[in-house]
């Protein structure tokens, strides 16, 4: 069964409520100011059954001093009853409501006049007309038109088969998305604590589910559903629920109005929104850069800077890009429509619609960014996040928010990522790059890995930290070894320790530096264990700018072992000296560094650390006492 809402929209006195009870049984107007004036001031809800379907109603004021009230109410709308009151036909909330419907993107329309019985067939005429022309630059141009009243029951039949055929024609909201509750009504029952009111725009809440109530940052847990005044386990989208919340923090003075009820933890809240923008055509208004302006979205209304990113003025009629900083936080997401008001007085100006709910700050828009954006907020899902690919460059996009940066459901982003992936996009520990840069980013690690070859011909790999530090300083961290892994995997490249190389690649000296090699190894042949330190070497060795890459050469090539920093010996005559110890010393204990001098002929400064690196390797073994060779020569 689908489940939708019905909401009300029109001019004060024009017989909403009335309609509203008429339909359902309900009277919306629940407050006792509202029966003092006859005046619809917050929000109102009923049922409207319509044989198998049941449609949530929300009663909407008329006044222009409730407009916030309207607007929180008309958000998340799938249909809506412009009421008008056949005896004065279009009035100036007729024409705001119109406006706000519009802009917030509520589908479809349908005109309902009421108090009929009071005017003649002429005059219904003169009404419809003037009506149908209001509607002819809108969406709902040709919508469908009924005559009601509430005292002789004229035409509620047909409305309410207009209603039927128009659920029909809509699609069902999805309910495999993210969770999100705009909270419109908070009060307290005795017995169960705080309960919160909403309607459920997209996903589904359960009943013991843990959830986040945002901007204040709350935990809290839903101890009862209530959909229409029934208890319910599962709440679906397009349903109006209750939820009783249970936790220290859900109360009345950090949960209120404006407050989102959300269950994913990658919603977050915004300071910042990117908004494209169109003000309403024939207002004198414009706005101005740094202008202060009221932005409404969901059930929130925050006061806001307006920094243009396109020009310097939008005028009426007009439309452009703005970065909305925000003096109170809010929560939103990409493709989420908002409506503007001006500080004061308070005056419908237009809306926009979200592209990115969290933004880097921006001065300007560049039309790469600009067409990036419209992507963002038009293109398919695949579209989409190419665009904001493109946009986040080396940084990527992390996938476990891309429903919220995106706007996409779930299911359908992450299909788009797969779709991106097969297009040589590139994932790694949910980060998601675009082909691009992936491409880019494999180009500078090949190059890197080429030229330290050709520079430093006798390192056997490239070290990943050099890698690594080939990438823009900003990339994010994940993408070069996501690049590296990828090459070694299509035999590109070859891993060799810690570091990477071409496949197949032989360090390979130079005739002048096999020379160097060949004195390398004659002084160390020489000289034993007791073999100089690098910097007393001969001068034209221990100078040449080659020494250490020599050197590490012939480590790599298991020739030389490096005992501590500077010092080597030729691995033949340190293999020799450890038989040697095990030999003279093997299951003695308590043995100071003189003991050794007989297997060590070595100089004090040579002699501690050759002991210190045996320690390593567990030949020797230090205690407070001394040492212990526990390995006898076999």
Same mark, same amino acid.
């Given at each position: 069964m689908k489940q939708l809402i019905l909401g009300t929209a029109g001019h004060i006195d024009h017989g909403k409520t009335a309609l509203v009870h008429a339909l359902t049984g309900t009277d919306t107007d629940r407050l006792k100011e509202?029966?003092?004036?006859?005046?619809?001031?917050?929000?109102?809800?009923?049922?409207l059954a319509l044989g198998t379907q049941r449609l949530g109603v929300v009663d909407v004021p008329g006044h222009e001093g409730f407009i916030r009230s309207m607007v929180a109410g008309a958000t998340g709308m799938d249909l809506v009853l412009l009421i008008i009151a056949a005896d004065e036909g279009v009035m100036p909330q007729t024409r705001e409501h119109l406006i706000i !419907?519009?802009?917030? /993107?509520?589908?479809?329309?349908?005109? @309902?006049? #009421?108090? *009929?019985?009071?005017?003649?067939?002429?005059?219904?005429? +003169?009404v419809r007309s003037d009506v149908e022309e209001i509607l002819a630059d809108t969406p709902y141009a040709g919508a469908r038109m009924v005559f009601t009243s509430v005292i002789n029951g004229e035409g509620l039949d047909g409305l309410k088969a207009e209603l039927c055929d128009t659920v029909k024609r809509l699609g069902q909201r999805n309910d495999d998305d993210l969770a999100r509750l705009p909270l419109d009504r908070v009060f307290t029952i005795q017995g169960t604590g705080t309960?919160? #009111? /909403? @309607? +459920?725009? #997209?996903?589904t809440l359960r009943r013991g589910a843990q959830v986040r109530l945002l901007p204040n940052e709350f935990e809290s847990r839903i101890r009862k559903l209530q959909v229409h005044g029934g208890d319910v386990e599962i709440a679906t989208p397009g349903n109006r629920i209750a939820v009783a919340l249970s936790g220290a923090s859900s109360n009345r003075q950090t949960v209120t109005r404006g407050t989102t009820l959300v269950s994913d933890p990658n919603w977050n809240s915004s300071w910042m929104l990117t908004v494209h923008v169109q003000l309403i055509q024939g207002i004198n208004c414009s706005i101005k850069h740094n202008q202060r302006i009221r932005v409404h979205i969901g059930t929130s209304e925050v006061m806001a800077r307006c920094a243009l990113l396109t020009k310097q003025k939008i005028s009426s009629g007009s439309q452009g890009w703005v970065q909305l900083r925000l003096e109170e936080p809010v929560v939103a997401r990409a493709r989420d429509r908002i409506i503007l008001r001006t500080y004061s007085p308070m005056i419908t100006i237009g809306g926009?619609?979200?592209a990115e709910p969290q933004p880097v700050?921006?001065?300007?828009?560049?039309? *790469?960014?600009?067409?990036a954006l419209e992507n963002v907020l038009e293109g398919e899902p695949v579209v989409a996040v190419k665009a904001l690919l493109s946009i986040a460059s080396w940084y990527g996009i992390d996938t476990k928010a891309l429903p919220v940066t995106s706007g996409l459901p779930p299911g359908v982003a992450q299909d788009a990522v797969a779709r991106v992936q097969d297009d040589g996009g590139l994932l790694t520990s949910g980060q998601l790059f675009s082909r691009e840069i992936a491409l880019e980013?494999?180009? !500078?690690?090949?190059? @890197?890995?080429?030229?330290?070859h050709i520079e430093k011909p006798l390192l056997s790999a490239i070290p990943l930290t050099v890698l690594r530090s080939s990438l823009p300083t900003w990339a994010a961290p994940e993408i070069a070894d996501a690049v590296i892994d990828k090459l070694t995997k299509d035999g590109v490249l070859e891993r060799q320790g810690s570091g990477v190389k071409d496949q197949g690649y032989q360090s390979r000296p130079s005739p002048r530096q096999e020379q160097l090699i060949a004195e390398l190894r004659d002084i160390y042949t020489r000289m034993g264990l007791a #073999?100089?330190?690098?910097?007393? !070497?001969?001068p034209h060795l221990a100078h040449d700018p080659d020494i250490w890459g020599l050197l590490k050469f012939l480590e790599e090539k298991e020739d030389f072992v490096v005992i501590a920093d500077g010092y080597y010996v030729l691995k033949s005559e340190f293999e020799a000296a450890i038989e040697r110890v095990c030999d003279l010393l093997g299951g003695q204990v308590n043995l100071g560094p003189s003991a050794f001098?007989?297997?060590?002929p070595l100089s004090r400064k040579q002699l501690i650390p050759m002991l210190n690196y045996l320690d390593g390797l567990g030949i020797t073994v230090r205690h407070d006492g001394g040492r212990e060779v526990p390995f006898p020569k076999s």
């Open positions: 509202e029966k003092r004036r006859g005046i619809t001031i917050e929000l109102g809800f009923a049922e !419907l519009e802009l917030l /993107g509520v589908p479809e329309l349908i005109v @309902t006049f #009421t108090k *009929s019985d009071l005017v003649d067939e002429e005059w219904r005429e +003169l309960v919160v #009111t /909403g @309607t +459920l725009w #997209t996903g926009g619609v979200i700050k921006r001065k300007v828009l560049d039309d *790469s960014v600009r067409a980013a494999e180009r !500078l690690i090949l190059r @890197t890995v080429h030229q330290g #073999t100089p330190l690098v910097g007393e !070497l001969p001098r007989e297997a060590l």
